[in-house]
């Protein structure tokens, strides 16, 4: 039987939407106060999502502190309290989006799962605004 498994994970970091082959302007307009020269904070919540077979030994799908556990050292420990365009070499290259960080994130988790799961993540930037990703 097919069972999913959640773990819910909270930090906090911020970031600045800014495309530098626009125009200030053309950024302002398009990324409004996510624009702000001086960045600005999110506080966030992560769902993880793991899908897969109980194992008839365990009882588990995969066993809950070892999940909890490497999204506190791949996630927490690696993006909370930092400055997402400054300090994480994730981003290089790439604008500092919600979608984006969720797309990070899935791929970090990813390579840390067992392979015979299905991860889902679902990553909050606001209480109203969140980015789901599964492959």
């Known amino acids: 039987m097919k069972t999913t498994i959640c773990r819910e994970a909270h930090f906090n970091?911020?970031?600045?939407?800014?495309n530098p082959n626009w125009t200030e302007e053309k950024n302002k307009t398009v990324f409004g106060i996510c624009n702000n020269k001086n960045y600005h904070g999110h506080n966030y919540r992560l769902i993880v999502k793991?899908?897969?077979?109980?194992?008839?030994?365990?009882?588990?799908?995969m066993n809950l502190l070892e999940l909890g556990t490497i999204i506190k050292e791949e996630i927490e420990d690696r993006f909370d309290h930092k400055n997402l365009?400054?300090?994480?070499?994730?981003?290089?290259?790439?604008?500092?989006?919600?979608?984006?960080?969720?797309?990070?994130?899935?791929?970090?988790?990813?390579?840390?799962?067992?392979?015979?799961?299905?991860?889902?993540?679902?990553?909050?930037?606001?209480?109203?605004?969140?980015?789901?990703?599964?492959?």
């Not at 793991?50 to 799908?61: H, R």
């Not at 994130?105 to 969140?130: A, H, M, R, V, W």
Request: aromatic residues 10%.
């Open 85 to 135: 365009n400054l300090d994480c070499p994730e981003f290089e290259n790439k604008m500092v989006s919600t979608e984006n960080f969720a797309w990070i994130i899935y791929f970090i988790l990813k390579s840390k799962l067992p392979k015979n799961i299905k991860l889902k993540i679902i990553l909050f930037e606001t209480d109203k605004n969140s980015v789901e990703v599964e492959q």
């Open 50 to 61: 793991i899908t897969g077979e109980i194992n008839p030994e365990t009882g588990f799908v």
């Open 13 to 18: 970091a911020c970031h600045r939407m800014h």
